[in-house]
């Protein structure tokens, strides 16, 4: 199969596994289990995990941005596909997580749920900073779906050339985006219930 056609033969699986992932997400994430009857105990345990996960993956990134720039071609792709397993681990953990708790609101000292005046005026500005981050991290997660698949197939079927060209706009916006999993992480767990 030349290199073409490995890329074509991927093309249109990207396309549909970058529409169908955010879709799903977005439809999972309104459903609760227990509004099936299914008790389970919020997981809890998986916030800080994933946030974990987070985190290695952007020091994967930078990582492997260096292994290939000293020319450690091997390397670079074992770090990457160790990034996209991370990342795609996160997914399966922040599902589940969501799937079992309710939906955390940032200011939310009391735990009720509800985030009155006192509430607002205690977090002050910082409110205004995590919706920045988090709005711009949801976003940019499924833009960056595609990217790192194209970029990923893209040295597949080496087509290096393609393949770095794509890969300087894939890696700042992934790095943005593991990076700012991490701050939304550290600043809405102190409301966790």
């Not at 500005?125 to 940019?140: E, G, K």
Request: proline share 4%; glycine share 4%.
């Amino acid at each position: 199969m030349s290199n073409n056609a490995i890329e074509q033969k991927f093309n249109k699986l990207i396309i549909v596994v970058s529409i169908a992932i955010p879709l799903v997400v977005a439809i999972l994430f309104s459903i609760k289990l227990k509004d099936f009857g299914i008790q389970v105990e919020p997981l809890s345990f998986l916030p800080p995990i994933y946030a974990g996960i987070n985190a290695l993956t952007a020091i994967l990134l930078l990582v492997g941005v260096d292994a290939i720039v000293h020319g450690k071609k091997e390397r670079h792709q074992k770090i990457m596909t160790t990034a996209i397993a991370c990342s795609v681990l996160f997914l399966v953990m922040y599902v589940a997580y969501h799937l079992t708790a309710d939906s955390t609101k940032y200011g939310d000292l009391d735990h009720d749920g509800i985030l009155d005046a006192t509430e607002k005026a205690k977090v002050g500005m910082w409110r205004f900073f995590y919706y920045f981050i988090l709005i711009s991290h949801i976003l940019l997660s499924i833009v960056i779906i595609p990217m790192v698949l194209f970029t990923y197939v893209r040295a597949l079927a080496e087509r290096f050339d393609k393949h770095k060209k794509l890969a300087k706009i894939t890696f700042p916006i992934w790095l943005y985006v593991a990076v700012t999993g991490v701050i939304v992480y550290l600043m809405i767990s102190p409301y966790y219930a």
